[in-house]
């Protein structure tokens, strides 16, 4: 199978990826079979595909034709044989548990086209860990498309040690034809590349807050204000090129031995847990939620998102 002979997609899981995931190959042009394990999550899902539908046209990204013929090409099936039965290739898309990610594949297995690829959008997971519940070791890789999926462009591919060149190349080619941007690890990594960064950064943002070095609406401001706005337009890597590696190894030999290396989570993180203070889903995390200011923030995040690609070379 090859890239142009893939008309149709499987997605598994219809919540915050899955649904949009389904959008980005809809609005494509792919016909996209969205399965989830009830009709009302499904119904949900539908509901947060017409919703996002929305936020492109009003941010110019998409005509009213394209999200009405998107809309079409999205099926539903609370059926998992029926919604993968004809697909080219079927992104796992649940939440992030080995034991039913492994059960999936075993029965996407079982139900997909025999030359049909399988791909897993976990964040946390690897290949080699999903591929053994297949008898298709070589069709297997995991895709993990970055929030929001319909904007973000990058999909960071993992190989396992079974995955075919083959595979590689196909779902590489399938990302690209789709607007997305793949990046094929040379092998496999917790955390891949971006989680491993970001984390990276959380982890230090988070010990800050601990400290008492600075208050977590003044770590936002300083990330929003400096490195944020840099890192939109060029890499870690290209921006300390340009530095000069002289004098950023000085800074490294004085700063690295004072940076956080702790191997456990922070108070300041725990009791957030321990009070129920999880975020947007709870109304409070480090700041307090609101619809407006939920809305206010999405807002924020599609119109940055959708206009950074716009800047020239």
Not at 139 to 160: D, I
Not at 257 to 269: A, E, H, I, Q
């Amino acid at each position: 199978m090859n890239v142009n002979e893939i008309s149709c997609i499987g997605v598994i899981g219809a919540g915050l990826m899955g649904h949009g995931i389904a959008v980005q190959f809809a609005i494509r042009g792919y016909d996209v079979f969205l399965h989830d394990t009830t009709e009302e999550n499904l119904q949900r899902g539908m509901t947060d595909v017409a919703n996002t539908l929305d936020i492109l046209k009003q941010n110019n990204l998409i005509d009213d034709s394209t999200a009405m013929d998107a809309c079409k090409r999205i099926h539903t099936s609370i059926s998992l044989a029926e919604a993968v039965a004809d697909v080219g290739l079927v992104i796992e898309a649940v939440f992030e548990d080995l034991d039913l990610k492994q059960r999936i594949f075993s029965e996407l297995d079982d139900h997909c086209q025999p030359d049909a690829v399988l791909t897993s959008n976990t964040s946390s997971f690897m290949t080699s860990q999903l591929a053994p519940s297949t008898q298709r070791p070589d069709k297997v890789v995991v895709a993990n498309w970055w929030n929001p999926p319909y904007l973000v462009p990058l999909v960071e591919v993992v190989r396992g040690p079974e995955t075919s060149d083959d595979t590689i190349s196909l779902t590489k080619g399938l990302f690209e034809a789709v607007g997305k941007q793949p990046i094929v690890l040379q092998k496999e990594s917790l955390g891949f590349i971006g989680n491993r960064m970001q984390f990276a950064l959380l982890r230090e943002a988070l010990s800050i807050v601990d400290k008492g070095i600075a208050t977590p609406e003044d770590v936002d401001a300083v990330v929003k204000t400096s490195i944020g706005r840099r890192l939109a337009v060029a890499g870690p890597l290209e921006v300390f090129d340009l530095a000069g590696w002289d004098t950023i190894s000085h800074i490294c030999d004085e700063l690295f031995p004072d940076l956080n290396t702790s191997r456990k989570n922070f108070p300041v993180l725990q009791n957030m847990v321990t009070r129920g203070d999880y975020g947007v889903k709870s109304g409070k995390g480090f700041y307090d939620w609101d619809d407006e200011a939920v809305a206010s923030l999405r807002r924020r995040l599609t119109h940055a998102l959708s206009s950074i690609d716009q800047f020239p070379d």
